[in-house]
């Protein structure tokens, strides 16, 4: 009799144990359920390399996408340069691929492209707008692009 009573209450904790791990498991937040902070993405794209920047950001919050380019820059992730005039902006290099005369970096925001005017006049961006900056074909005078 004693022998029973030691294996139905093995069997006993054993049943208990498996509805306490279901349970806390039910009630325990996974990575799916959580809500991500919302990022500001920018993609850069060119033949030689692809990568996606994530910038933390409030859901509604707006940003100026030059300053957040700026940030990136400073941080060296990725390394890129600028050029700055009074009335212009313009990215000259993204972790080495230089603009050259007929290819250069070309900023997108939701398929529409931007130039360096109004990037200086400032572009605001928020979590759901799309932003690249691709390497492609473009047409110079003097040096500056031609739209």
């Known amino acids: ?6 294996v139905w209450n093995s069997k006993e904790s054993i049943i208990f144990g498996f509805c306490f791990l279901v349970f806390v498991s039910c009630h325990t937040p996974s990575n799916a359920n959580k ?28 940003k100026d996408l030059l300053f957040l380019l700026a940030e990136l820059s400073k941080k060296e992730d990725p390394s890129m340069r600028f050029i700055s005039t009074n009335r212009t902006e313009e990215i000259m290099e993204v972790n080495g ?17 931007m ?3 109004q990037m200086k006049r400032g572009v605001k961006v928020r979590p759901t707008d799309q932003i690249q ?15």
């Open 1 to 6: 009799m004693n022998q029973i009573q030691k």
């Open 35 to 62: 809500s991500k902070e919302p990022t500001i993405q920018i993609q850069f794209i060119s033949r030689e390399y692809e990568e996606t920047k994530m910038i933390p950001s409030g859901l509604l919050e707006t």
């Open 97 to 113: 691929v230089r603009n050259t005369w007929s290819e250069g970096w070309v900023v997108y925001v939701n398929g529409e492209r």
């Open 115 to 117: 130039d360096g005017v």
């Open 133 to 147: 900056i691709r390497y492609e074909a473009v047409e110079r005078v003097f040096g500056r692009p031609i739209n």
